[in-house]
C-alpha cells in the first residue's frame, strides 16, 4: 500500500479473514487491475465517512470502481456470505455453537437523503423515512436485518423478518420483544414459525431510564451501527442496498472482534 492509511482500512491480520472469502477473478475474463483489498478498503472509508461516493479520495481507486465491485458483491450475494461466515467465527471464538438458539428483534426509524425509493411516515416516532428491522443473538451480532418504509407497523415488520430468516436459523427457539410486538404477532410466530415469542414488559412503576432484560443487546447493536455515519440516514434509493450497507458495518466491526482475539 503506497498511500497514507485511514483509520477504516483493514489491518493485516482482518484482511488474512477475509481474503478468501473475496470472489476469486473469473475465468476467460480480463485480468483484473485493481487490488481487492483497496476495494474493500475504500468501501469500508464510505461506510465510517459517510461520504458520497463520488467524493471518495483520490487514493483510492475510482469510485465508479469501487461502486461496481460493491453492486456486483451485493447481487450475487457476496457481501451476506461474508457476514454470515465472519458472524459464526465470532460465535466460536466467544465459545458458543455456529448456530443461534435465540435472538432479539427490534427496530429504528430514520429519515432519508433526497434520493428516493420507498418511503412512508412513522406515526409513532414522527418521522418520514425508513424502518431497519434487526435480529441479533445474545451477543448482539446481526442474523438478519430488513429495510421497509416506515409507514408498516413493527407487527407487520416482524413477520417479514421471521419468514425471510427462521429458515436459515432452524436451531433459534425463542425470540425477545418490546411491548411494540405485543398482541396477535406472538401466536402468529408460534403456529407459523414455530419459534417463541416473548414479550419483555416495561414495569408500570418505572419512572425514567432502566435497562430491561434483552432488549438492551439490540440497542446497543444500534448503537454499534450508528458509528458508521453513512447510516445515519438511508442514503440509499434501493432498500437492498441499504440492508448490505448494515451487513458491510458489521461485518468491519466483527471483524475488529475475531482480529484481536487472532492476535498472539
Not at 465517512?49 to 471518495?56: I, M, P, R, S
Not at 457476514?83 to 427490534?106: F, L
Not at 418520514?128 to 446481526?142: A, E, P, Q, Y
Request: proline residues 4%.
Amino acid at each position: 500500500m503506497s498511500r497514507k492509511q485511514y483509520t477504516t482500512d483493514l489491518t493485516d491480520t482482518e484482511w488474512v479473514i477475509i481474503e478468501p472469502m473475496i470472489p476469486k477473478e473469473k475465468q476467460g475474463g480480463r485480468p483484473r487491475e485493481q487490488d481487492m483489498r483497496e476495494i474493500t478498503n475504500a468501501v469500508m472509508y464510505i461506510l465510517r465517512a459517510g461520504c458520497a461516493w463520488n467524493l471518495l479520495p483520490h487514493d483510492f481507486p475510482k469510485y465508479k470502481t469501487v461502486y461496481h465491485y460493491f453492486r456486483e458483491w451485493r447481487i450475487d450475494g457476496t457481501w451476506k456470505r461474508i457476514h454470515g461466515t465472519i458472524r459464526e467465527r465470532v460465535r466460536e471464538q466467544a465459545g458458543r455453537n455456529k448456530q443461534p438458539t435465540a435472538g432479539i428483534i427490534d427496530s429504528q426509524t430514520v429519515k432519508m437523503g433526497n434520493q428516493g425509493g420507498d418511503c412512508g411516515f412513522d406515526g409513532g416516532k414522527l418521522t418520514k423515512g425508513r424502518k431497519r428491522h434487526l435480529m441479533v443473538d445474545v451477543l448482539g451480532l446481526v442474523l438478519g436485518c430488513f429495510v421497509h418504509k416506515a409507514s408498516i407497523q413493527d407487527r407487520d415488520g416482524a413477520k417479514l423478518v421471521f419468514t425471510r430468516f427462521n429458515r436459515l436459523f432452524p436451531c433459534i427457539q425463542k425470540v425477545w420483544a418490546d411491548g411494540g410486538y405485543r398482541g396477535k404477532l406472538v401466536e402468529w410466530v408460534s403456529v407459523f414459525i414455530n419459534w417463541t415469542l416473548e414479550i419483555v414488559k416495561r414495569p408500570r412503576d418505572q419512572k425514567g431510564f432502566k435497562v430491561l432484560p434483552w432488549r438492551w443487546i439490540v440497542e446497543r447493536t444500534f448503537g454499534w451501527l450508528n458509528k458508521y455515519r453513512r447510516l445515519s440516514k438511508d442514503y440509499e434509493y434501493l432498500t437492498e442496498t441499504s440492508e448490505t450497507m448494515i451487513y458491510i458495518s458489521m461485518t468491519h466491526l466483527m471483524l475488529k472482534r475475531l482480529a484481536k482475539g487472532a492476535s498472539p
